[in-house]
């Protein structure tokens, strides 16, 4: 289990690196949350990469995020305190309503999709091209395994070419691009591992 202050600095680091993503307008405190759910849950984990006290980088993972939810939605007034200033704003709400609808109402996307999924990597600007997000992504690939799953998907924003061309360095292979979030457009990559 993670320590608050470790929890603190993933949540962090996701502000900060993962700033085009809904998540991150969300606040300091719902991602606190989100990724303390994340670690309490038996379906997901989080796996990091320290320098001495420092997390320089995470990356999460598992199956679905239902789980995550049904643990959050366990302290609604604790959610619901931390999402209040954000409610205000027209977008925010509709980001809200879009992903509680992508996560209640899978879409049908014309082929079966594996449940597994990396949800966020992050790696400090200062430790980018050293390798930890290549760790990271290994290890997430090592606990899948350990679990288990043979294959896991990856959305990912059409625009952010760095991301794209780390999944497919890594192995991925882009299977469709979808409208989320209203009209932005993302790629969905597959992860399979070799048998």
Known sequence: MLTNNEIKQIAYLHISCID???????????LCQMYKAMDQSKE????????GPHIVGFIS??????????LLLKHPFKLFYSL???LLSWRVLTGIILTLFRILNPRDYKQELPIN?????????????????QVLYYGLCKEFKKRGVDE???????????????YTKMGAKPILKIESYGKKKSILYLHKFDI
């Not at 997901?44 to 320098?51: A, G, K, L, Q, R």
């Not at 993972?61 to 049904?70: A, C, D, E, Q, V």
């Open 20 to 30: 085009e993503g809904f998540l991150s307008s969300l606040g300091l405190n719902f």
């Open 44 to 51: 997901c984990f989080i796996i990091t990469e320290v320098n």
């Open 61 to 70: 993972g598992g199956k679905g995020l239902t789980s995550i939810f049904k």
């Open 84 to 86: 209040i200033p954000r």
């Open 117 to 133: 999924e990396l949800f966020s990597i992050a790696v400090n600007s200062s430790y980018r091209r050293s390798g930890v997000a």
């Open 152 to 166: 896991f998907k990856i959305f990912v924003g059409n625009k952010l070419q760095a991301a794209n061309s780390f």
